[in-house]
């Protein structure tokens, strides 16, 4: 199975701060990378697909870059609703693989 | 607008089953593979299943293989997971999520999801 390994685990930080969380693959997974953002009791959403392409509807304040093994989700300015975990996702191949979240919080 | 509605989680004994449903509306539901992820309370997220669009396609991890089943009855709008032998460790929300590639292909991203629901498993 593909190992997704994200870091950091969790990190404080203020609004209008730019953050940005990594996620290390075990192995090459070309661009076949997903990050979803999950608010506490909600279900989560869809922020990128393909390591880089913004899914409709979400603030250009996300962005995501690399291929292979290592990518970065980058928020440039954190806003209030934006304090929430975050996880990668691997679709390269079965098993379906999530990274074990990054905390962001206040 | 593309919904998803689970039901069919509640609390089971160790051994015992359930099946959980998720109906899908707002979408040509046939024309999207689905998948089941898992969030143990306090936990991070798990896939558990997946299924291409005409249920030709069906792809499990390993931690459920041979105990949980996904189907599709396209004729309903309507997602299935079988899940026998349950064990403490299934104790989960269970979410379903539509795949955001068309057609027939594999897994590529999750592009919406239900709100899940709880099955607890316990004695």
């Known amino acids: 199975d593909i190992q997704m390994t994200q870091s950091p685990p969790s990190l404080s930080a203020s609004i209008g701060d730019r953050v940005t969380i990594t996620c290390r693959a075990s192995q090459a997974i070309s661009t076949y990378l997903n990050w979803y953002q999950q608010n506490p009791g909600k279900a989560p959403r869809l922020l990128i697909f393909g390591a880089s392409t913004l899914q409709s509807g979400v603030p250009s304040r996300f962005s995501g870059t690399g291929s292979g093994t290592d990518f970065t989700l980058t928020i440039s300015s954190l806003q209030p609703e934006d304090f929430a975990t975050f996880y990668c996702q691997q679709t390269y191949k079965t098993p379906v693989t999530f990274g074990q979240g990054t905390k962001v919080e206040i | 607008e593309v919904q998803l509605l689970e039901s069919g989680g509640g609390l089971v004994q160790p051994g015992g089953s359930l099946r959980l449903s998720c109906a899908g509306s707002g979408f040509m539901f046939s024309s999207y593979a689905m998948s089941w992820v898992r969030q143990a309370p306090g936990k991070g997220l798990e896939w558990v299943s997946g299924i291409s669009g005409r249920g030709g396609s069906i792809y499990d991890a390993a931690s459920v293989k041979g105990r949980f089943t996904i189907s599709r009855d396209n004729s309903k709008n309507t997602l299935y997971l079988q899940m026998d032998s349950l064990r403490d460790e299934d104790t989960a929300r269970y979410y379903c999520?539509?795949?955001?590639?068309?057609?027939?292909?594999?897994?590529?991203?999750?592009?919406?999801w239900g709100q899940g629901t709880m099955v607890t498993v316990s004695s």
């Open positions: 999520a539509k795949d955001r590639g068309y057609g027939d292909g594999g897994l590529n991203a999750f592009e919406n």
